[in-house]
């Protein structure tokens, strides 16, 4: 049974830098899946951040692309999410998320079935 | 971006009931459809994925059905541990992937 874990720093100041890590267990970050971050806080609900494959290709919501990286690190069986810049408004709980899917030609459909237990991250000074 | 749009907000129903939830999209999104549902302190957990498949494990009372733009999950007899918010999620036109802002149910 995969199982993920968020870490990371709790509390970021304005304009800083907000770094979360993913430990995965139970599951390969090599596996054919997806890997994704998402963000849930009262007046955004559920966001997604973006996503990475082990191969290094990544989505990113186009809302965070200009301040958003995320990473895989396949010695430690981790990926990370870092957030540039952040406001008040990036004050959330952090989740990350397995990302599986079925693919065609063209299309993946993706569903997102394993979630961390979320990291909640404030931006204040 | 895809937006999701889920009715009732809220809703109250007792046990045994069937209750139904709506989820429209705001373009056409085939079957690219997600159902969660989450508890206060919890993450979500992914009951349906295809708009209409049963994720392992998940009690059949839950049943997944539509295409295109509009999406119900209907949950037959319901039982006290089904409360929660429940979210749909559209993986089709992406990126963003997008939620509902959810529907919370409550039991009586």
């Known amino acids: 049974q995969v199982q993920l874990q968020e870490s990371g720093p709790g509390l970021v100041r304005p304009s800083g830098t907000l770094s979360l890590t993913c430990a995965i267990s139970g599951d390969s970050i090599t596996s054919d899946t997806w890997w994704s971050w998402v963000r849930q806080s009262p007046g955004k609900g559920l966001e997604w951040i973006g996503e990475?494959?082990?191969?290094?290709?990544?989505d990113y919501n186009p809302s965070l692309k200009s301040r958003v990286s995320i990473s895989v690190d396949k010695s430690k069986n981790q990926f990370s999410l870092i957030l540039r810049s952040v406001t008040t408004a990036d004050t959330a709980l952090y989740y990350c998320?397995?990302?599986?899917?079925?693919?065609?030609?063209?299309?993946?459909?993706?569903?997102?079935?394993?979630w961390g237990q979320g990291m909640h991250v404030s931006v204040s000074s | 971006d895809i937006q999701m749009t889920q009715s009732p907000s809220s809703l109250s129903a007792s046990v045994g009931d069937r209750v139904t939830l709506t989820c429209r999209s705001s373009?056409?999104?085939?079957?690219?459809l997600n159902w969660y549902q989450q508890k206060q302190g919890k993450p979500p957990k992914l009951l349906i994925y295809?708009?209409?498949t049963l994720q392992s494990g998940v009690p059949s009372r839950f049943n997944g059905s539509g295409s295109g733009t509009d999406f119900t999950l209907t949950i037959n007899s319901l039982q006290p541990d089904d409360f929660g918010t429940y979210y749909c999620q559209q993986t089709y036109i992406t990126p963003p992937y997008t939620f509902g802002q959810g529907t919370t149910l409550d039991i009586k």
């Open positions: 990475i494959y082990h191969t290094g290709n990544t």
């Open positions: 295809a708009a209409s």
């Open positions: 998320v397995r990302t599986p899917g079925f693919c065609s030609s063209t299309k993946c459909l993706i569903y997102f079935d394993s």
């Open positions: 373009q056409y999104i085939n079957n690219y």
